[in-house]
Protein backbone atom coordinates (compact mmCIF):
# COMPACT_ATOMS: atom_id res chain seq x y z
CA UNK A 1 0.00 0.00 0.00
CA UNK A 2 1.03 3.55 -0.97
CA UNK A 3 1.06 6.62 1.31
CA UNK A 4 -2.39 7.25 -0.99
CA UNK A 5 -4.38 4.84 -2.21
CA UNK A 6 -6.87 5.03 -4.28
CA UNK A 7 -9.70 2.93 -5.74
CA UNK A 8 -12.35 3.68 -8.96
CA UNK A 9 -12.50 7.38 -7.28
CA UNK A 10 -14.65 9.28 -8.95
CA UNK A 11 -16.38 12.92 -8.44
CA UNK A 12 -18.93 14.71 -10.05
CA UNK A 13 -19.99 18.61 -9.91
CA UNK A 14 -23.82 18.43 -10.29
CA UNK A 15 -24.77 17.76 -14.04
CA UNK A 16 -21.35 18.30 -15.48
CA UNK A 17 -19.16 15.67 -16.56
CA UNK A 18 -17.00 14.15 -13.86
CA UNK A 19 -13.80 16.07 -12.20
CA UNK A 20 -12.37 12.53 -11.85
CA UNK A 21 -13.20 8.93 -13.87
CA UNK A 22 -12.52 5.67 -12.16
CA UNK A 23 -9.39 6.63 -10.60
CA UNK A 24 -7.07 3.78 -9.57
CA UNK A 25 -3.62 3.82 -8.16
CA UNK A 26 -0.86 4.34 -5.28
CA UNK A 27 1.26 7.04 -4.32
CA UNK A 28 4.65 5.69 -3.32
CA UNK A 29 7.00 7.13 -0.64
CA UNK A 30 9.13 10.25 -0.97
CA UNK A 31 8.24 13.50 -3.35
CA UNK A 32 5.64 12.78 -6.15
CA UNK A 33 4.73 15.07 -8.72
CA UNK A 34 0.78 15.07 -9.22
CA UNK A 35 1.21 16.23 -12.94
CA UNK A 36 -1.45 17.66 -15.94
CA UNK A 37 -2.76 20.07 -17.50
CA UNK A 38 -5.38 22.71 -15.47
CA UNK A 39 -8.36 20.81 -15.33
CA UNK A 40 -6.83 17.30 -15.37
CA UNK A 41 -8.50 16.50 -11.68
CA UNK A 42 -5.40 17.55 -9.63
CA UNK A 43 -6.69 19.58 -7.21
CA UNK A 44 -10.03 17.61 -7.06
CA UNK A 45 -7.94 14.70 -6.13
CA UNK A 46 -6.35 16.81 -3.30
CA UNK A 47 -8.93 17.83 -1.87
CA UNK A 48 -11.27 14.37 -2.10
CA UNK A 49 -8.39 12.75 -0.24
CA UNK A 50 -7.98 15.14 2.53
CA UNK A 51 -11.80 14.54 3.32
CA UNK A 52 -12.79 18.18 1.86
CA UNK A 53 -14.94 16.37 -0.70
CA UNK A 54 -16.07 13.66 1.10
CA UNK A 55 -18.92 13.27 -1.23
CA UNK A 56 -17.02 11.18 -4.09
CA UNK A 57 -17.73 7.34 -5.65
CA UNK A 58 -14.96 4.45 -4.72
CA UNK A 59 -12.59 4.83 -2.10
CA UNK A 60 -9.91 6.33 -0.67
CA UNK A 61 -6.76 6.27 1.86
CA UNK A 62 -3.77 8.44 3.40
CA UNK A 63 -1.41 6.78 5.35
CA UNK A 64 -3.88 3.55 6.00
CA UNK A 65 -6.60 5.97 7.14
CA UNK A 66 -10.14 5.76 5.40
CA UNK A 67 -10.55 9.19 3.61
CA UNK A 68 -13.99 10.08 4.48
CA UNK A 69 -14.30 8.07 8.02
CA UNK A 70 -11.06 9.01 9.52
CA UNK A 71 -11.35 12.52 8.12
CA UNK A 72 -9.80 14.19 11.31
CA UNK A 73 -7.03 11.88 12.02
CA UNK A 74 -5.80 12.60 8.61
CA UNK A 75 -5.77 16.45 9.25
CA UNK A 76 -3.26 15.70 12.06
CA UNK A 77 -0.97 13.37 9.60
CA UNK A 78 -1.22 15.91 6.95
CA UNK A 79 -0.11 19.96 6.24
CA UNK A 80 -1.73 21.16 3.17
CA UNK A 81 -0.52 24.02 0.91
CA UNK A 82 -3.70 25.61 -1.22
CA UNK A 83 -3.32 27.10 -4.54
CA UNK A 84 -5.22 29.74 -3.11
CA UNK A 85 -4.74 32.24 -0.45
CA UNK A 86 -6.50 31.28 2.45
CA UNK A 87 -5.69 33.89 5.75
CA UNK A 88 -7.10 36.27 8.09
CA UNK A 89 -6.12 40.02 6.78
CA UNK A 90 -5.97 41.41 10.44
CA UNK A 91 -3.51 38.88 11.75
CA UNK A 92 0.31 38.83 11.31
CA UNK A 93 1.81 35.77 9.79
CA UNK A 94 3.50 34.69 13.41
CA UNK A 95 -0.17 35.37 14.29
CA UNK A 96 -1.56 33.37 11.95
CA UNK A 97 0.70 30.49 12.00
CA UNK A 98 0.52 30.33 15.82
CA UNK A 99 -3.39 30.43 15.26
CA UNK A 100 -3.53 27.27 12.92
CA UNK A 101 -1.03 25.53 15.34
CA UNK A 102 -3.66 25.75 18.17
CA UNK A 103 -6.05 24.13 16.00
CA UNK A 104 -4.26 20.96 15.31
CA UNK A 105 -4.23 20.75 18.69
CA UNK A 106 -1.21 21.99 19.86
CA UNK A 107 -0.60 23.96 23.12
CA UNK A 108 -0.59 27.81 22.96
CA UNK A 109 3.11 28.19 24.10
CA UNK A 110 4.43 25.09 21.58
CA UNK A 111 2.50 26.62 18.62
CA UNK A 112 3.97 30.06 19.00
CA UNK A 113 7.59 28.54 19.21
CA UNK A 114 6.75 26.02 15.87
CA UNK A 115 5.45 29.22 14.27
CA UNK A 116 8.88 30.62 14.66
CA UNK A 117 10.54 27.81 13.75
CA UNK A 118 8.71 27.33 10.69
CA UNK A 119 8.08 30.89 9.17
CA UNK A 120 11.76 31.18 9.60
CA UNK A 121 12.79 28.16 8.39
CA UNK A 122 10.69 28.95 5.02
CA UNK A 123 12.08 32.73 4.67
CA UNK A 124 10.38 34.90 5.61
CA UNK A 125 12.52 36.89 8.52
CA UNK A 126 11.48 39.67 9.86
CA UNK A 127 8.26 39.97 7.79
CA UNK A 128 6.68 37.60 10.13
CA UNK A 129 5.41 40.64 12.33
CA UNK A 130 4.02 42.15 9.42
CA UNK A 131 -0.15 41.64 8.38
CA UNK A 132 -0.20 38.49 6.00
CA UNK A 133 -2.60 41.32 3.78
CA UNK A 134 0.57 43.41 3.17
CA UNK A 135 2.85 40.12 1.56
CA UNK A 136 3.92 40.05 -2.03
CA UNK A 137 3.01 36.73 -4.00
CA UNK A 138 5.58 34.98 -3.20
CA UNK A 139 6.12 35.64 0.59
CA UNK A 140 2.19 34.54 0.47
CA UNK A 141 3.37 31.19 -0.78
CA UNK A 142 5.92 30.89 1.49
CA UNK A 143 3.62 31.59 4.40
CA UNK A 144 0.71 28.82 3.20
CA UNK A 145 3.82 26.17 2.69
CA UNK A 146 4.61 27.40 7.09
CA UNK A 147 0.85 26.73 7.62
CA UNK A 148 1.35 23.18 5.92
CA UNK A 149 4.55 22.64 7.91
CA UNK A 150 3.47 24.24 11.56
CA UNK A 151 2.41 20.85 13.21
CA UNK A 152 4.86 18.59 12.01
CA UNK A 153 2.96 16.54 9.43
CA UNK A 154 4.26 12.82 7.31
CA UNK A 155 2.89 13.86 4.62
CA UNK A 156 2.40 17.24 2.78
CA UNK A 157 0.26 18.00 -0.05
CA UNK A 158 1.34 21.49 -1.84
CA UNK A 159 -1.02 22.39 -4.61
CA UNK A 160 1.11 24.57 -7.13
CA UNK A 161 3.63 26.28 -4.30
CA UNK A 162 5.34 27.51 -6.76
CA UNK A 163 2.76 29.66 -8.61
CA UNK A 164 3.34 33.65 -8.98
CA UNK A 165 6.74 33.40 -7.49
CA UNK A 166 10.02 34.74 -9.88
CA UNK A 167 13.05 32.60 -10.53
CA UNK A 168 14.89 33.55 -7.26
CA UNK A 169 12.05 32.60 -5.02
CA UNK A 170 11.39 29.00 -7.40
CA UNK A 171 15.01 27.98 -6.69
CA UNK A 172 14.57 28.43 -3.04
CA UNK A 173 11.11 26.75 -2.75
CA UNK A 174 12.16 24.03 -4.82
CA UNK A 175 14.88 23.85 -2.60
CA UNK A 176 12.68 23.73 0.55
CA UNK A 177 10.79 20.61 -0.93
CA UNK A 178 13.52 18.71 -1.24
CA UNK A 179 14.56 19.28 1.66
CA UNK A 180 11.26 18.63 3.63
CA UNK A 181 12.18 14.50 2.15
CA UNK A 182 15.79 14.30 1.95
CA UNK A 183 16.73 16.09 5.52
CA UNK A 184 13.40 15.91 7.31
CA UNK A 185 11.96 12.41 6.33
CA UNK A 186 8.55 13.48 5.04
CA UNK A 187 6.24 12.76 1.91
CA UNK A 188 5.81 15.03 -0.36
CA UNK A 189 2.58 15.37 -2.88
CA UNK A 190 3.08 18.48 -5.12
CA UNK A 191 0.64 19.24 -7.57
CA UNK A 192 2.03 21.75 -10.85
CA UNK A 193 1.61 21.90 -13.97
CA UNK A 194 4.93 23.22 -14.42
CA UNK A 195 6.74 20.21 -15.43
CA UNK A 196 10.60 21.55 -15.47
CA UNK A 197 10.22 22.46 -11.68
CA UNK A 198 8.82 18.86 -11.15
CA UNK A 199 11.72 18.01 -12.31
CA UNK A 200 14.12 19.16 -10.15
CA UNK A 201 12.64 17.83 -7.32
CA UNK A 202 10.54 14.77 -7.68
CA UNK A 203 11.03 11.29 -7.65
CA UNK A 204 8.12 9.76 -9.10
CA UNK A 205 5.20 11.58 -11.21
CA UNK A 206 1.96 10.62 -10.88
CA UNK A 207 -0.19 11.94 -14.48
CA UNK A 208 -3.91 13.02 -14.85
CA UNK A 209 -5.53 13.60 -17.89
CA UNK A 210 -9.11 14.86 -18.31
CA UNK A 211 -9.89 13.63 -15.18
CA UNK A 212 -8.23 10.03 -16.02
CA UNK A 213 -5.20 8.41 -14.66
CA UNK A 214 -2.49 8.03 -17.16
CA UNK A 215 -0.05 6.20 -15.18
CA UNK A 216 3.01 6.48 -12.52
CA UNK A 217 6.68 6.96 -13.33
CA UNK A 218 9.83 6.97 -11.46
CA UNK A 219 11.64 9.71 -13.12
CA UNK A 220 14.71 7.51 -12.97
CA UNK A 221 13.00 5.10 -15.51
CA UNK A 222 11.59 7.71 -17.61
CA UNK A 223 14.95 7.58 -19.85
CA UNK A 224 14.87 11.01 -20.86
CA UNK A 225 16.09 11.05 -23.99
CA UNK A 226 18.73 8.27 -22.79
CA UNK A 227 19.93 6.08 -25.91
CA UNK A 228 18.83 8.55 -28.72
CA UNK A 229 20.91 10.15 -31.60
CA UNK A 230 20.57 13.66 -33.52
CA UNK A 231 21.74 12.39 -36.79
CA UNK A 232 22.53 13.91 -39.39
CA UNK A 233 24.20 12.91 -43.25
CA UNK A 234 25.35 14.36 -46.30
CA UNK A 235 24.91 11.33 -49.18
CA UNK A 236 22.46 9.07 -50.36
CA UNK A 237 20.84 7.77 -47.25
CA UNK A 238 19.22 4.40 -48.60
CA UNK A 239 21.86 2.36 -47.91
CA UNK A 240 22.94 4.19 -44.88
CA UNK A 241 19.71 3.78 -43.31
CA UNK A 242 19.19 0.24 -44.40
CA UNK A 243 22.59 -0.58 -42.55
CA UNK A 244 21.68 0.98 -39.42
CA UNK A 245 18.32 -1.00 -39.43
CA UNK A 246 20.75 -4.30 -39.79
CA UNK A 247 22.14 -3.00 -36.91
CA UNK A 248 19.08 -2.76 -34.56
CA UNK A 249 19.12 1.23 -35.15
CA UNK A 250 15.78 2.76 -35.20
CA UNK A 251 15.47 5.73 -37.38
CA UNK A 252 12.47 8.04 -36.60
CA UNK A 253 12.23 11.46 -38.23
CA UNK A 254 13.77 14.76 -37.03
CA UNK A 255 11.71 17.39 -35.03
CA UNK A 256 10.28 19.94 -37.56
CA UNK A 257 13.07 22.74 -36.68
CA UNK A 258 15.69 20.05 -37.44
CA UNK A 259 14.90 18.40 -40.33
CA UNK A 260 14.24 22.06 -41.97
CA UNK A 261 17.95 23.39 -41.09
CA UNK A 262 19.09 19.80 -42.32
CA UNK A 263 16.92 20.56 -45.54
CA UNK A 264 18.18 23.68 -45.84
CA UNK A 265 21.82 22.12 -46.22
CA UNK A 266 21.14 19.26 -48.35
CA UNK A 267 20.74 16.71 -45.34
CA UNK A 268 18.93 14.12 -44.02
CA UNK A 269 18.01 14.06 -40.31
CA UNK A 270 16.68 11.62 -38.39
CA UNK A 271 16.47 10.66 -34.30
CA UNK A 272 17.91 6.94 -34.17
CA UNK A 273 17.44 5.26 -31.23
CA UNK A 274 20.52 2.78 -30.57
CA UNK A 275 20.38 -0.72 -28.96
CA UNK A 276 23.45 -0.40 -26.87
CA UNK A 277 26.15 1.98 -25.57
CA UNK A 278 28.16 0.54 -28.68
CA UNK A 279 25.21 2.27 -31.11
CA UNK A 280 27.12 5.69 -32.13
CA UNK A 281 30.38 3.42 -33.34
CA UNK A 282 28.17 1.48 -35.44
CA UNK A 283 26.30 4.79 -36.88
CA UNK A 284 29.93 5.54 -38.05
CA UNK A 285 30.95 2.52 -39.36
CA UNK A 286 27.51 2.27 -41.78
CA UNK A 287 28.65 5.88 -42.70
CA UNK A 288 32.11 4.48 -43.89
CA UNK A 289 30.77 1.60 -45.35
CA UNK A 290 28.26 3.12 -47.80
CA UNK A 291 29.72 6.46 -48.30
CA UNK A 292 27.85 9.07 -46.66
CA UNK A 293 29.15 11.83 -44.13
CA UNK A 294 28.08 11.95 -40.58
CA UNK A 295 27.64 16.09 -40.01
CA UNK A 296 25.69 15.70 -36.62
CA UNK A 297 25.57 12.67 -34.33
CA UNK A 298 24.53 14.48 -30.91
CA UNK A 299 22.52 13.03 -28.02
CA UNK A 300 19.22 13.62 -27.51
CA UNK A 301 17.94 15.75 -24.05
CA UNK A 302 14.52 14.93 -23.73
CA UNK A 303 13.05 17.01 -20.87
CA UNK A 304 9.85 16.36 -18.88
CA UNK A 305 7.56 18.26 -20.79
CA UNK A 306 8.71 16.31 -23.99
CA UNK A 307 7.67 12.89 -22.25
CA UNK A 308 4.87 14.11 -20.49
CA UNK A 309 3.38 15.00 -24.13
CA UNK A 310 4.54 11.60 -24.79
CA UNK A 311 2.75 9.53 -22.38
CA UNK A 312 -0.90 11.70 -23.21
CA UNK A 313 -0.01 10.84 -26.66
CA UNK A 314 -0.10 14.29 -27.79
CA UNK A 315 1.89 16.56 -30.37
CA UNK A 316 3.32 19.88 -29.46
CA UNK A 317 0.65 21.94 -31.56
CA UNK A 318 -2.04 20.09 -29.21
Known sequence: MGIVDLKALTKSYGGRPPALRDVTFEIPEGVTGLLGPNGAGKSTLIQCVLGLLPDFDGDATVLGRDARKDRLAIRTLVGFMPETDAYLPKMTGIQSVRYLGQLTGLPRNEALRRAHEVLYHVGLGEAIYRPVKEYSTGMRQRFKLATALVHDPELV???????????????????????????????????????????????????????????????????????????EIEGESTAFAAALEASDIRLAPADAADEAEARASSRTAWIATLPSVTGAAAVLKAAHETGVRVRRLAPVVEDLEQVFRRILGETEED
Do not use: C, N, Y
Request: no cysteine.
Open 157 to 231: FLDEPLSGMDPQGRMEMLALIRELAADHHKHVIWSSHILPDVQKAADAIVVLHHGRFRGTFELKDLALGEGKLRL
